[in-house]
């Protein structure tokens, strides 16, 4: 490797060639690394499977030696009938850069001479890409990263083009595990469950046919808002996770029923350990919680909601710049309601402020006061973080993350779509939460992929 130099400083052009010649050198070499670790692992695997090193002669025994791959004609699975045959060479795409002729061992059937079947560890059969650029979808996917993007990025790694329906396909095969996610027993209940919803647009394929930009007859796509009710569940210790999820057409009663009747199934029972529900003013969520737990639960409505209704309910009576310290002074006295020490307190301050500002200001007053007791549940409850059981609030900052990932995707092709994009991005805030970083995460992400089909 030889590269002139000019004396001087480098820069501009000069500067530029040798950067981008480094870069093509560090990347061929890399691949020229890569390659013998590769046809090494290969050929240990083979040993490992044969129960003898490359150039020891077979044993002829009767006791069998059975293993996973089998002869293609005859069946034949026993290692000692066996052979090695050569190699087959083929192309593998990695993060690296594309691996040409890479040597494969091969074997033969000595009852048949025909070849065998062999399903390598850590090369999968007939799969273009290696499993660093599997990974590399589902970490970019996990960022709210766009398939186009993905895209973009792998096409220039692997030099070639790369199709969206394979990246599409390779977060699709999530959805098993998201599958198993909805019903794996909840063995750890977490004692606080927040209980809200986020909106966001899924697409449905319609019967008309229309030509695309490449005039190709396709189905006619439209975008239907649809919502995804997620449980977040709290620990004493400090944990927390979103526990299930559910995408809905709606915030009714029927929809959420299904989901809090799964939590119920799945373990998350007050026998169990579950002392509290917080959630929002949504009647569709209370009547299916009333449906579900009946009066077994106790539940916190967020305070914050509450208050924000009462701001809502404010503007509108105390118009004007010139009300504008009255709606401060009065939202802060509100606010000042829920820093009481205990319930009685507050009600006692709750009835002072209704009295100062009931003249002035009565849907303000009645909006506070309406469903007041059920703000005050949190009071009762002992050993957890006050904010943890007074608002959803740290679910709706979880929500807007998503909404800011979601955002960026702007809609989904189909409910196994979103169903993948949610998942991961459950995986990727739990990575988080317990500090672990989301590369490490979607690695064994990818890991519990292979796991499925080993």
């Known amino acids: 490797m030889s590269r002139a130099f000019s004396s001087g400083k480098l820069q501009g052009q000069e500067r530029k060639e040798i950067l981008q010649a480094v870069q093509e050198q560090a990347k061929v070499a890399a691949c020229v690394a890569i390659k013998p670790i590769l046809e090494a692992f290969l050929e240990a695997e083979v040993s490992a499977k044969l129960g003898r090193e490359k150039g020891e002669s077979r044993r002829i025994s009767g006791q069998e030696r059975q293993i996973d791959w089998q002869c293609g004609h005859c069946g034949c699975t026993d290692a000692n009938q066996l052979t090695r045959d050569g190699h087959s060479h083929r192309g593998l795409s990695t993060g690296w850069g594309h691996l040409s002729d890479l040597r494969l061992p091969m074997l033969e059937c000595q009852q048949c001479q025909h070849d065998v079947v062999s399903h390598f560890a850590i090369v999968e059969k007939y799969h273009r890409y290696w499993m660093d650029l599997d990974q590399n979808v589902l970490f970019g996917s996990g960022f709210g990263e766009s398939l186009r993007h993905v895209q973009e990025r792998w096409s220039a790694t692997v030099q070639g083009s790369v199709g969206l329906r394979t990246l599409n396909n390779r977060i699709n095969q999530i959805e098993p595990l998201a599958r198993s996610a909805h019903t794996e027993r909840i063995t750890d209940v ?5 209980l809200d919803g986020i909106w966001v647009t899924i697409q449905s394929q319609q019967e008309p ?7 190709r007859q396709r189905k006619k796509r439209s975008g239907k808002k649809m ?3 997620v449980a977040l569940g709290f620990w004493s210790d400090g944990r927390r996770e979103v526990v299930d999820w559910q995408i809905a057409r709606s915030e009714e009663h029927q929809e959420w029923e299904g989901l809090v009747q799964r939590l119920w199934e799945r ?4 026998e169990h350990g579950l002392q509290l529900v917080v959630r929002d003013g ?31 309910k ?4 105390l118009k004007g710049k010139d009300n504008r310290d009255r709606r401060s002074q009065l939202m802060e006295q509100a606010a000042a309601v829920y820093q009481a020490e205990n319930a009685s307190e507050a009600r006692k301050r709750l009835a002072q402020w209704g009295e100062q500002w009931r003249e002035q200001a009565p849907q303000s007053v009645a909006t506070l006061e309406r469903d007041f007791e059920q703000t005050l549940v949190f009071y009762g409850i002992g050993g957890l973080a006050p904010e943890w059981i007074r608002t959803t609030s740290l679910l709706e900052r979880t929500n807007r993350e998503w909404r800011r990932k979601f955002r960026q995707a702007v809609t989904f092709g189909s409910p196994t779509g979103a169903e993948g994009a949610v998942y991961l991005q459950i995986r ?12 490490d995460a979607s690695q064994t992400l990818f890991f519990d992929l292979w796991n499925l089909n080993p």
Do not use: M
Not at 267 to 270: A, K, L, S, V
Not at 428 to 439: F, G, M, Q, T, V
């Open 190 to 194: 977490p004692p606080v469950l927040q």
């Open 209 to 215: 046919i229309k030509p695309d930009t490449r005039k």
């Open 227 to 229: 919502v995804i009710l």
């Open 267 to 270: 373990g998350c029972r007050p």
């Open 282 to 312: 949504s009647s569709g969520l209370g009547e299916a919680l009333a449906l579900v737990y009946g009066t077994t639960v106790p539940e916190q409505r967020c305070i914050f909601q509450t208050l924000h209704n009462v701001g809502t």
């Open 314 to 317: 404010c503007r509108s009576e």
């Open 428 to 439: 990727r805030l739990h990575a988080r939460w317990s500090r672990e970083s989301w590369w």
